[in-house]
Every structure is written in C-alpha cells, then in structure tokens.
Nanobody, 116 residues
Framework: QVQLVESGGDLVQAGGSLRLSCAASGSTFSFNAMGWYRQAPGKQRELVATIAMGGDTRYADYVKGRFTISRGNAKNTVYLQMNSLKPEDTAVYYC??????????WGQGTQVTVSS
C-alpha cells in the first residue's frame, strides 16, 4: 500500500506561480512512476505531468513550458512547479503513484484556484 499526501494548493492571480508537493509513504520501494492529474468541475480527470523511475518526464500539451515536475532527493516526494498560471488551470490537483504491478494510488487532492 502507498499513501499520498499533497500540499501547496492555493488561490493565486493569473500569471502567478504555485508549487505543489506530494509525499509518498508505505511501499514506495515499488515505485514505477509518479505524477499529477487534475480535475475541474464538470470535467474528467486529466493528465498534467508524470515522472518515471529513470527520471523521464511527460507533460500535457496545455502545461508544457509552464509547469515542471521533479522528484525530491528522498525520491518519495514529487513536486509540481506551476508558473504563468491561467484561470483554466483551476482544478483539484491529484498526486498519482503507480507501482511495479501497475496498481494506481491517488492522493486526496489539493485545490488550485486561479483568478483572472
């Protein structure tokens, strides 16, 4: 089992920045990939960014050049640096962990609100 705790969500003005953090605990030795997804009201959950065990990263087109995903030194923490935020980035952001067996774990989410 893996537990995920997110932090860093807030209300910010358009053009501002936020940094989200996600700390994983439990069976983190089974790391395969971690990432961030988001869900806006009335919409499906969508990929934001992922980082694999080897460090390869993948971004959704709508955040490329603005968001950066990284892992902490302890390797069980993942960050999402969000710059040049737009109102359409408003959503609940969920941390995601996938293990060796492709079992997915989710955090409870952190709210990001971008005002225009």
């Amino acid at each position: 089992q893996v537990q995920l705790v997110e932090s860093g969500g807030d209300l910010v003005q358009a053009g501002g920045s936020l940094r989200l953090s996600c700390a994983a605990s439990g069976s983190t030795f089974s790391f395969n990939a971690m990432g961030w997804y988001r869900q806006a009201p009335g919409k499906q959950r969508e990929l934001v960014a992922t980082i694999a065990m080897g460090g390869d990263t993948r971004y959704a087109d709508y955040v490329k050049g603005r968001f950066t995903i990284s892992r902490g030194n302890a390797k069980n923490t993942v960050y999402l640096q969000m710059n040049s935020l737009k109102p359409e980035d408003t959503a609940v952001y969920y941390c995601h962990f996938r293990d060796y067996y492709y079992v997915d774990y989710w955090g409870q989410g952190t709210q990001v609100t971008v005002s225009s």
